[in-house]
């Protein structure tokens, strides 16, 4: 991801308090955005697991494995058209 800084347009902004609203100048501030290019897309083993919470049931415990085995990348509008 990366940043994007804009400016904000308004000088003024309304303070409210429970008896009354005063105008305060705006101090001119810079937004901070976040904008994603790229996504990338891990595929994960599952694997025999260790927690003990699972053996109440009967069934064994399965997570996932550390070390991936694909990846993928896309761009943020690929990735939402295949979704």
């Known amino acids: 991801c990366r940043f994007q800084n804009t400016r904000s347009k308004s000088d003024r902004v309304l303070f409210g308090t429970n008896t009354s609203a005063m105008a305060l100048p705006k101090i001119d501030l810079e937004e901070r955005k976040v904008v994603f ?19 109440d049931d ?24 295949l979704r």
């Open 37 to 55: 290019d790229s996504i990338q897309v891990r595929e994960y083993p599952i694997i025999l697991g260790d927690n003990p919470s699972c053996s």
């Open 58 to 81: 009967g069934a064994p415990p399965l997570t996932i494995d550390w070390s991936y085995q694909h990846v993928e990348f896309y761009t943020v509008n690929e990735f939402e058209s």
